[in-house]
């Protein structure tokens, strides 16, 4: 092997020991660079004749050009290395299952209104729904509790900036309000049979919502839920309700032989009026008289404030607490954990 071929050999020995890059760059300058082996070839030259020159410096070209190319190959596959690495180091495995979100439910109350609305939704009942912010018209005057009415101060109420003097707006204190919005609708609607003296389309209608009242425990919330039902005809009467009622509970609790207690009470908008009380006959509440609704005949005060004449329309409303038939339907005892939004609570409902 004359001295060229060795020169190009120990040149690409020494590229491929280089590891990287810098590496390379430095067996580069050792024969390519100003002061590199190539370079003092060249110079060696000088001395030589134009003939010898001429051959002598094609050989060197011939070996410095097989030099280039092997740093060019050197360099190229330095870079096919790093890049490599680089896709390894990012690979993507498209075949991982993607990361999933959580699938969302209902909140326990939601479930229980819905609830609610189909089993009275199959007995006819309409849904119908009213303003939070009420004014003092319809949470107590229209529902038969004037201003001084003691009635008033079983409702410890939020009161609102607006409304009229002396009357001020409020946060509902019950759904009841919207027995008599509902109503003064549905009689506008038919004006012109009733007018015609003509019989109107019953009312059947329940209504659920939020409701206020100042006050905060375990078993009260300052915001809790209601749902008003309410069912006005020219003869409708409390044997309905109890029908109505029993049919529901039976059917919300799922217990064929749950027993209904209608104890006599006192609201201003019903008389005569009853709490209505339930008593499941196995499980952990088995035996105990549990309070679930307000209820009661139609008071003709009310009748006669929903623009229909108490002589000739009569019926009855109730009212009862989604929040409490949740927590008997799962058993809470804490009706704060539905309102602290605690996911690992809420979650089990699903
Ligand atoms: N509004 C009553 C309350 O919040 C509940 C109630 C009682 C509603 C009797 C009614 C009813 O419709 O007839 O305590």
Known sequence: MNELDSLV?????????SA????????KAQFLGKSGRVTELMKGMAQLSVEEKKS????INVAKQAIEAALTARRQALADAELQVQLKAEALDVSLPGRQRGQGGLHPVSLTLERIQGIFGSMGF????GPEIET????????NTPEDHPARSMHDTFYVEGGAPGAPNLLRTHTSPVQVRHAVQHVKKHRALLDAGQPMPEIRVIVPGRTYRVDSDATHSPMFHQCEGLWIGENVSFKDLKVIFTAFCRTFFESDDLVLRFRPSFFPFTEPSAEIDIQFQSGPLAGRWLEVAGSGQVHPNVVRNMGLDPEKYIGFAFGMGPDRLTMLRYGVNDLRLFFDGDIRFLSQFQ
Request: net charge negative; proline share 3%; glycine share 4%.
């Open 136 to 143: 003092d018209w319809f949470n107590f005057t229209a529902l």
């Open 9 to 17: 050999e120990s040149a690409t020995q020494l590229f491929a020991q």
């Open 126 to 129: 309409d849904v119908a729904e």
């Open 56 to 59: 002598r410096g094609a050989a």
């Open 20 to 27: 990287t890059p810098a590496d390379l760059e430095n067996a």
